[in-house]
DNA sequence: CAGTGGTCTAGACCACTGA
DNA sequence: CAGTGGTCTAGACCACTGG
């Protein structure tokens, strides 16, 4: 395995390490269960310092696709490479999976926070909030019923833009950026309307997901209430024990 | 905000540090949106270097309970603590709150391996592996239908032991240690049969997960096809952006 | 025993933020 | 500008693993 550093990049030395150590497992370079070297002849090999190795393989540890024991070695882990879930939106997830997604807008109007919205913002209840009711397609199928609510000042977007673009990307254009969610998924049956909207019968079951996303600062930057068809989604997710 | 370092502890001190944020952030002396001290600061008062610091500090980012900006600081997120879903198993989790799990195994039995579980344990086609196939109840009521696999070698335990405790306790009690897990939830109505195991009206909406988890060494230890009332249960999940 | 990763130190320079 | 976190170095000692 060879690996090629820019010291003049403004991309970290460990993260391109790390990066380089992915794509030798994407190619089936390393294969698994095979081991790498040391950290100690990686560092010295690459002309790193050994923290600097150590963060570089603990990237990949944290993402599954290494495991390493004391006294062992490191080594890489069998199964398939699964793309963990990140903190993306579903329509970016859409795109970089080629299924064209579009978006339709029901609803998009400020009123007064809810006790149980303003709760979920942590906002004064009545204070003022944008509510989004979208219906997300993939390849012109319905896929999702997406309901949204965000504090009024920070939806500077127009109803166009949101038939354009994902709400995420709109909001990293205008600088907000969102940094924790935190998720709670869930499953019942879709009512009438709901199933109308979405093209399935009346009784199917549905995937709900409420999310709350934190930005930069740590205050609560959107409140989402989702419906997603079942039989044509689903959440992949990668635990990784915390050492 | 004081913190306690014992240096003669195996506890790491970067995570005595942690802990004792976090505990702070629990009993509402850190309020969400406060500033902690620079991590300087913090080293030299705590007699720590600061990479140390960094670490510690480091553990909250990554659960999702600081946040920090260059040229800012850190802070405490706004919201409440919402415990991040950790490595463990359904039994694990109603242990912990409370809700007395009982379990009845339904079958327990060695067989060769289908290729389809073959794949998604890693192992040859027509290996031994044991299928499990349980109920788990919490407070007297069913909650979910486990179906599980796992290489023969690995499941040295009685159907009487099964029923005491959950599959990851008995594992590590052998000495089987799961590092990684890679999951999918989905949704579906439940068959004649499920509903009728788990005591909910035939159609109605059950949540499924499959999961593959995987050991020390990286190989697969046990691959489960689980399904839950959607009634009572549901994943929480928190998700932090990858610095 | 030799080899591995886990922890910790004491510094250094840089990039970004806000006033 | 001063203050913050982000990256990186060159060492040190320890704990665990296997033969």
């Given at each position: 395995?060879d690996?090629?550093l820019?010291?003049?990049?403004p991309v970290?030395?460990?993260?391109?390490?790390?990066r380089?150590?992915?794509?030798a497992?994407e190619?089936?370079e390393l294969?698994p269960?095979?081991?790498?070297e040391?950290?100690?002849e990686?560092?010295?090999?690459?002309?790193l310092?050994?923290?600097?190795?150590?963060?570089?393989?603990?990237e990949?540890?944290?993402?599954?696709?290494?495991?390493?024991?004391?006294?062992?070695?490191?080594?890489?882990?069998?199964g398939?490479?699964?793309?963990?879930?990140e903190?993306t939106s579903?329509h970016?997830?859409?795109?970089?999976?080629n299924?064209?997604p579009t978006?339709?807008?029901?609803e998009?109007?400020?009123?007064?926070a809810?006790?149980?919205?303003?709760v979920?913002?942590?906002?004064?209840?009545?204070?003022?909030?944008?509510?989004?009711?979208?219906?997300?397609?993939?390849?012109?199928?319905?896929?999702?019923?997406?309901?949204?609510?965000?504090?009024?000042?920070l939806?500077?977007f127009?109803?166009?833009?949101l038939?354009?673009r994902?709400?995420?990307?709109?909001?990293?254009?205008?600088?907000?950026?969102i940094?924790?969610?935190?998720?709670?998924?869930?499953?019942?049956?879709?009512?009438?309307?709901?199933?109308?909207q979405?093209?399935?019968?009346?009784?199917a079951?549905?995937?709900t997901?409420?999310?709350?996303?934190?930005g930069?600062?740590?205050?609560?930057?959107?409140?989402?209430a989702h419906?997603?068809?079942?039989?044509?989604?689903?959440?992949?997710i990668?635990?990784?024990?915390?050492?």
């Amino acid at each position: 395995m060879d690996i090629e550093l820019d010291r003049g990049s403004p991309v970290p030395l460990y993260f391109q390490v790390a990066r380089q150590i992915e794509q030798a497992i994407e190619r089936g370079e390393l294969v698994p269960g095979s081991r790498l070297e040391n950290e100690i002849e990686l560092a010295d090999r690459l002309g790193l310092s050994r923290p600097t190795m150590r963060r570089a393989i603990q990237e990949l540890v944290s993402k599954g696709l290494l495991v390493r024991r004391r006294g062992i070695g490191t080594q890489v882990v069998h199964g398939q490479v699964k793309r963990r879930v990140e903190l993306t939106s579903l329509h970016d997830d859409l795109t970089r999976g080629n299924q064209h997604p579009t978006t339709r807008v029901l609803e998009h109007e400020t009123r007064p926070a809810s006790d149980d919205i303003a709760v979920h913002l942590g906002v004064q209840p009545g204070a003022p909030v944008v509510r989004l009711v979208r219906i997300r397609y993939a390849q012109d199928e319905p896929l999702a019923i997406l309901r949204n609510w965000l504090p009024a000042s920070l939806a500077s977007f127009t109803t166009a833009e949101l038939e354009e673009r994902g709400l995420y990307a709109l909001l990293r254009s205008t600088g907000v950026h969102i940094r924790i969610a935190s998720q709670r998924i869930g499953a019942r049956t879709a009512s009438g309307e709901e199933a109308h909207q979405l093209g399935i019968k009346r009784g199917a079951a549905v995937l709900t997901m409420e999310r709350t996303a934190y930005g930069e600062s740590g205050s609560a930057v959107e409140f989402g209430a989702h419906i997603y068809r079942s039989d044509n989604y689903s959440f992949e997710i990668t635990l990784v024990e915390r050492s």
